[in-house]
């Protein structure tokens, strides 16, 4: 290239160079300050400028494919080009930099914030179905499942916050309950971390997942029967130490406040019954009146294709059917996925699912009702083997059992269905396919097939289509 | 000198010495990379100074990667994480930074390297944009290590980075990506002479992953398989296709291994197109195992692929 051509092709640059400047003062002006007009005119200056700046790179390229006949240039020339194709590289990320912020004139931050809505049609074949979840369908019909406001973001160098605010509606009756809002540290000293908020007890592996992250339209049998209609969650404070070990082991511990409907083998709700048992008002007194859990997990890779998760947890804490009494509830969870190497989208991908549980519950005496005290057991396990067979459709089967053994002195004072539903023997058989257009969005067919105790084993059907809706940014599940 | 004493004083300099073999003259950086290609890259500046770990493997879909609890101890004891961006690994990454309690790969520190920082977007989508249009990346097209001029790019920012976190080895970072980019200058002659007869040929692509390699060797991607990124071809845009490959004669169908077969199988048995099965990341294929086999394999397979 000769020597006036490449003056000129630097003066060009250059000009180029003041646009870009004298657009980036609009945006200095911080977000919030540019009305709707004054956006449409900086988009089109930097539609403008990039075309300027795509015209310029085509003129730089040229100039360098044409042959020299200058001679050899001097170190100084090519440093010049050099830093010129700099400038020019640094000038095209500036645009493209303030198109991306001019977009977000959004804040930056913003927390991301998404919504989700989950609706289901019903059919049972009883009047009094077996559907005892908060979010699950529960009615024949439509039902609003669940509808969540979810917002995540950093709160500073040391801490992030969920939060998830939930929604249904049943008959016609809206409730708003603020579900969870924790904050995680981000990176504590030794290798632990801190959670502490209102959460979702990190107990087996559903507890703590939302009903739009489920497998199957209902929660499991048995996490009802023991965590009760809304899973187990309240305020706490929770510490988890990764432990310095070749492969991934978690220790964590923590302590909530274990009243209201969300905590139903605990402290309650006064007035409520457990087994038979109708609960006192027993507030929190001393720091052994918490609710305690342990849980120790690990995960490995059997091969580069088959991940297992493994886990136990336990839970300690008062129950409101006597003064001094307590529950114990103890878990284990077992998760094994099967995802080949070259998947595309993620499919195709097979998981299986198990978590079994087992509650020690020091019941009474109830000097109301006049029962003796009594030690219930309740017992039992959810299985569920998901396949995603094709890309966009996964076929699931879920097998729930659960039991009971011992408070049989408390078995008169279970006069509703309701009560002895949650007493004794059942089984629920519940095949799916699930069909999913996008990530935001999925169809769901379930059939439910439940033999309970309370209903002579005579069988219960429940037919359901689901459909889920997501907007906004969601952070990414965990495993 | 007694028989004791020299056995004491021979003992302790051959332990000094076996010490002095056996430790390591520098700490090795641990590295860990989302992707492979990234990976290699951090392998060609950093040589053995440093040991590489790729979260994703090669061969499969990487906005799709598990999470996997395992990955957590890896983030745990990293010293870096080179990260692509531009939301590429938005959908499994964040959990993981989350969950691993590491000071050293938080955003803002020497540990943490994002490389669309470095790096020009394409197809940044201009106008309005939502879920409507797919799942589309609102900062721009991803993909960009299939362009080997952003692998000097990027091998740049890690040698920035590196030098930092080991200034005792900066002399060996610089050198060896001085020599990566030789390599990579001195290829770049090759490989333009290999694609100067596909310079302007039209091919449709099964995603948008090959945009950088199309536009830095003169391939025009006129389509993609997908409509919109993330939805399966419907009947009519099959349809479409057929009619588009044949009016504006569309000669080879780019696609990774991992991608369903029947879709581009009927469109090449319909228009005539040639398949390229080629990798979109470092380890896609056997011969992809490093950057520059990388590059070496996807050429001669579009050639050969031509040619056919």
Redesign the interface.
Same mark, same amino acid.
């Given at each position: 290239m000769s020597a006036p051509k490449r003056s000129v092709c630097r003066v060009c640059i250059l000009s180029a160079f003041c646009i870009a400047t004298g657009t980036a003062t609009v945006f200095s002006q911080g977000p919030g300050a540019a009305g709707p007009s004054e956006i449409d005119n900086v988009k089109k200056q930097m539609l403008q400028m990039e075309e300027q700046l795509r015209m310029l790179r085509q003129k730089v390229e040229e100039l360098e494919a044409k042959p020299s006949t200058a001679p050899k240039p001097n170190l100084t020339q090519e440093k010049a080009d050099g830093i010129t194709e700099q400038r020019l590289r640094d000038l095209e990320r500036q645009v493209q930099q303030e198109r991306t912020a001019s977009r977000g004139i959004l804040a930056p931050f913003n927390p991301k914030i998404s919504v989700n809505g989950l609706f289901s049609a019903a059919m049972f074949s009883e009047k009094d179905n077996l559907n005892f979840g908060d979010h699950d369908p529960q009615v024949q019909g439509f039902n609003v499942q669940n509808v969540e406001l979810h917002l995540q973001g950093t709160v500073d160098p040391y801490f992030q916050v969920d939060t998830n605010i939930v929604t249904t509606i049943k008959k016609g009756e809206t409730t708003i309950e603020l579900e969870e809002m924790y904050g995680t540290s981000l990176a504590l000293p030794a290798n632990l971390q801190l959670v502490a908020g209102q959460y979702f007890t990190r107990f087996g592996r559903q507890n703590r997942q939302h009903p739009h992250q489920w497998d199957f339209v209902d929660q499991p049998v048995i996490l009802n029967r023991i965590f009760g209609p809304d899973g187990l969650r309240g305020p706490g404070a929770q510490l988890s130490w990764l432990a310095p070990t070749p492969f991934y082991l978690e220790f964590i511990g923590s302590a909530q406040q274990g009243e209201g409907e969300i905590a139903t083998s605990f402290l309650s709700k006064p007035g409520e019954t457990v087994r038979g048992y109708t609960l006192i008002d027993r507030p929190v007194r001393k720091i052994g009146d918490l609710l305690y859990m342990p849980r120790v997990v690990t995960s490995f890779g059997l091969t580069d294709e088959v991940t297992v998760a493994l886990g136990s947890s336990a839970l300690f804490g008062p129950n409101a059917s006597g003064t001094n009494n307590r529950t114990n509830v103890y878990g284990a969870d077992l998760y094994v996925k099967w995802k080949p190497v070259n998947h595309s989208h993620g499919f195709p991908f097979v998981a299986w699912q198990t978590e079994y549980l087992f509650r020690d519950y020091q019941a009474g005496p109830d000097d109301v009702n006049g029962i003796p005290p009594s030690r219930p057991k309740d017992f039992g396990f959810y299985s569920q083997l998901l396949y995603g067979f094709t890309y966009r459709w996964v076929a699931g089967f879920r097998l729930n059992y659960v039991n009971s053994s011992g408070g049989d002195v408390a078995a008169p004072f279970l006069v509703t269905l309701a009560q002895r539903d949650l007493v004794g023997e059942r089984w629920r058989l519940a095949p799916n396919v699930s069909f999913y257009p996008s990530e935001f969005s999925k169809f769901r067919l379930q059939y439910n097939l439940d033999f309970a105790a309370s209903r002579g084993r005579e069988a219960v059907h429940g037919v359901f289509l689901q459909a889920e809706f997501n907007i906004g940014e969601h952070g990414a599940h965990s495993f | 000198m007694t028989m004791r004493k020299a056995f004491i004083i021979v003992a302790m300099v051959a332990a000094g010495l076996l010490s002095a073999w056996t430790l390591p003259l520098y700490a090795k950086l641990n590295v860990v990379a989302s992707t492979p290609d990234l990976g290699a890259i951090a392998r060609e500046v950093a040589g053995s100074r440093v040991d590489v770990i790729s979260l994703a493997?090669g061969?499969? #879909?990487p906005?799709?990667v598990?999470?996997? @609890?395992?990955f &957590?101890?890896i983030l %745990?004891q990293a010293d870096v994480l080179i990260e692509g961006g531009a939301d590429l690994e938005? !959908?499994? $990454?964040? @959990?993981l930074i $989350? %969950?691993a309690? %590491?000071?050293k790969i938080?955003l803002g520190q020497a540990g943490r390297i994002i490389a669309a920082d470095?790096v020009?977007?394409i197809e940044?989508p &201009?106008g309005p944009?939502d879920?409507s249009l !797919? #799942?589309v990346h @609102?900062? !721009?097209n991803p993909h960009f290590t299939v362009d080997p001029m952003n692998g000097k790019l990027i091998a740049r920012l890690l040698e920035e980075h590196f030098c930092v976190l080991a200034s005792g080895e900066c002399a060996s970072f610089k050198d060896n990506r001085n020599k990566f980019e030789e390599k990579i200058d001195a290829r770049m002659l090759e490989w333009q002479k290999k694609m100067a007869p596909l310079k302007g040929v039209r091919v449709i692509s099964y995603h948008k992953s090959f945009s950088y390699f199309a536009e830095r060797f003169g391939l025009r991607v006129v389509n993609t398989i997908e409509p919109k990124p !993330?939805? @399966?071809p419907s009947a009519a845009h099959v349809r479409n296709l057929v009619s588009q490959m044949r009016t504006e004669g569309v000669r080879l169908i780019l696609m990774e291994? %991992?991608?369903?077969r029947k879709t581009p199988s009927f469109l090449a048995e319909e228009t005539g197109a040639k398949i390229a099965m080629i990798p979109s990341m470092v380890g896609g294929t056997p011969e992809a195992q490093d950057y520059v086999g990388f590059f070496d394999s996807i050429i001669e397979t579009l050639v050969a692929s031509a040619g056919r």
């Amino acid at each position: 290239m000769s020597a006036p051509k490449r003056s000129v092709c630097r003066v060009c640059i250059l000009s180029a160079f003041c646009i870009a400047t004298g657009t980036a003062t609009v945006f200095s002006q911080g977000p919030g300050a540019a009305g709707p007009s004054e956006i449409d005119n900086v988009k089109k200056q930097m539609l403008q400028m990039e075309e300027q700046l795509r015209m310029l790179r085509q003129k730089v390229e040229e100039l360098e494919a044409k042959p020299s006949t200058a001679p050899k240039p001097n170190l100084t020339q090519e440093k010049a080009d050099g830093i010129t194709e700099q400038r020019l590289r640094d000038l095209e990320r500036q645009v493209q930099q303030e198109r991306t912020a001019s977009r977000g004139i959004l804040a930056p931050f913003n927390p991301k914030i998404s919504v989700n809505g989950l609706f289901s049609a019903a059919m049972f074949s009883e009047k009094d179905n077996l559907n005892f979840g908060d979010h699950d369908p529960q009615v024949q019909g439509f039902n609003v499942q669940n509808v969540e406001l979810h917002l995540q973001g950093t709160v500073d160098p040391y801490f992030q916050v969920d939060t998830n605010i939930v929604t249904t509606i049943k008959k016609g009756e809206t409730t708003i309950e603020l579900e969870e809002m924790y904050g995680t540290s981000l990176a504590l000293p030794a290798n632990l971390q801190l959670v502490a908020g209102q959460y979702f007890t990190r107990f087996g592996r559903q507890n703590r997942q939302h009903p739009h992250q489920w497998d199957f339209v209902d929660q499991p049998v048995i996490l009802n029967r023991i965590f009760g209609p809304d899973g187990l969650r309240g305020p706490g404070a929770q510490l988890s130490w990764l432990a310095p070990t070749p492969f991934y082991l978690e220790f964590i511990g923590s302590a909530q406040q274990g009243e209201g409907e969300i905590a139903t083998s605990f402290l309650s709700k006064p007035g409520e019954t457990v087994r038979g048992y109708t609960l006192i008002d027993r507030p929190v007194r001393k720091i052994g009146d918490l609710l305690y859990m342990p849980r120790v997990v690990t995960s490995f890779g059997l091969t580069d294709e088959v991940t297992v998760a493994l886990g136990s947890s336990a839970l300690f804490g008062p129950n409101a059917s006597g003064t001094n009494n307590r529950t114990n509830v103890y878990g284990a969870d077992l998760y094994v996925k099967w995802k080949p190497v070259n998947h595309s989208h993620g499919f195709p991908f097979v998981a299986w699912q198990t978590e079994y549980l087992f509650r020690d519950y020091q019941a009474g005496p109830d000097d109301v009702n006049g029962i003796p005290p009594s030690r219930p057991k309740d017992f039992g396990f959810y299985s569920q083997l998901l396949y995603g067979f094709t890309y966009r459709w996964v076929a699931g089967f879920r097998l729930n059992y659960v039991n009971s053994s011992g408070g049989d002195v408390a078995a008169p004072f279970l006069v509703t269905l309701a009560q002895r539903d949650l007493v004794g023997e059942r089984w629920r058989l519940a095949p799916n396919v699930s069909f999913y257009p996008s990530e935001f969005s999925k169809f769901r067919l379930q059939y439910n097939l439940d033999f309970a105790a309370s209903r002579g084993r005579e069988a219960v059907h429940g037919v359901f289509l689901q459909a889920e809706f997501n907007i906004g940014e969601h952070g990414a599940h965990s495993f | 000198m007694t028989m004791r004493k020299a056995f004491i004083i021979v003992a302790m300099v051959a332990a000094g010495l076996l010490s002095a073999w056996t430790l390591p003259l520098y700490a090795k950086l641990n590295v860990v990379a989302s992707t492979p290609d990234l990976g290699a890259i951090a392998r060609e500046v950093a040589g053995s100074r440093v040991d590489v770990i790729s979260l994703a493997k090669g061969t499969e #879909d990487p906005h799709f990667v598990d999470a996997k @609890p395992s990955f &957590i101890r890896i983030l %745990n004891q990293a010293d870096v994480l080179i990260e692509g961006g531009a939301d590429l690994e938005v !959908g499994w $990454l964040p @959990p993981l930074i $989350l %969950n691993a309690r %590491n000071p050293k790969i938080q955003l803002g520190q020497a540990g943490r390297i994002i490389a669309a920082d470095v790096v020009r977007l394409i197809e940044v989508p &201009i106008g309005p944009i939502d879920r409507s249009l !797919g #799942d589309v990346h @609102p900062f !721009g097209n991803p993909h960009f290590t299939v362009d080997p001029m952003n692998g000097k790019l990027i091998a740049r920012l890690l040698e920035e980075h590196f030098c930092v976190l080991a200034s005792g080895e900066c002399a060996s970072f610089k050198d060896n990506r001085n020599k990566f980019e030789e390599k990579i200058d001195a290829r770049m002659l090759e490989w333009q002479k290999k694609m100067a007869p596909l310079k302007g040929v039209r091919v449709i692509s099964y995603h948008k992953s090959f945009s950088y390699f199309a536009e830095r060797f003169g391939l025009r991607v006129v389509n993609t398989i997908e409509p919109k990124p !993330g939805i @399966p071809p419907s009947a009519a845009h099959v349809r479409n296709l057929v009619s588009q490959m044949r009016t504006e004669g569309v000669r080879l169908i780019l696609m990774e291994p %991992n991608r369903e077969r029947k879709t581009p199988s009927f469109l090449a048995e319909e228009t005539g197109a040639k398949i390229a099965m080629i990798p979109s990341m470092v380890g896609g294929t056997p011969e992809a195992q490093d950057y520059v086999g990388f590059f070496d394999s996807i050429i001669e397979t579009l050639v050969a692929s031509a040619g056919r």
